[in-house]
């Protein structure tokens, strides 16, 4: 009985985290690409900001090594959206708040088992008072939007909650 408790605690704490992560047992690395910007908008940084912020994410929430030389799961983000808007209009043709909005598009490889393969979107923002401008709240807003994105992101792929 004690090796049975042995093995299955072994065998769980491989496939199952307390974070509720479910990991295949034989992937090990992970690799994310060079990220395309399509929305020619976008700040020239947002590129390598969002492939970083994504491979943080992976590397403190897994057991995953990041490895560019032939990894086990590969992800492929394409930024599809950049944009300002207005939000929440007044009298008088003003308006209280401008919302950033950032959509990333991700296929995700995993050389192991292609039925895990995907293509999925995401989409986040957040809202800054208008009397603000964007270039003076941009980093801390784009910072929180692939916060957002990248957990989600992280979740999708790894929980199956």
Not at 48 to 60: D, G, H, Y
Not at 63 to 88: C, E, G, M, Q, W
Not at 123 to 131: K, M, Q
Not at 151 to 157: G, H, I, K, Q, W
Request: glycine share 2%; hydrophobic share 40%; net charge negative.
């Amino acid at each position: 009985m004690k090796k049975f408790l042995i093995f299955a605690c072994l065998y769980f704490t491989a496939c199952f985290s307390f974070k509720g992560i479910t990991i295949p047992t034989d992937v090990d690395t992970f690799y994310v690409e060079t990220v395309e910007v399509r929305e020619v908008n976008a700040p020239p940084e947002l590129a390598q900001v969002f492939q970083e912020t994504l491979r943080q994410k992976i590397r403190q929430q897994s057991r995953l090594v990041y490895n560019d030389n032939d990894p086990d799961v590969v992800f492929s983000p394409v930024i599809t959206k950049f944009r300002v808007n207005a939000v929440a209009p007044q009298e008088g043709d003003l308006v209280a708040f401008t919302r950033l909005e950032i959509s990333v598009s991700i296929d995700y490889e995993n050389t192991k088992n292609e039925e895990d393969n995907f293509k999925k979107s995401w989409s986040a923002f957040e809202d800054f008072e208008s009397t603000q401008n964007l270039y003076d709240v941009q980093d801390g807003l784009i910072a929180l939007i692939f916060e957002d994105i990248t957990e989600r992101v992280f979740n999708d792929t790894y929980s199956d909650w």
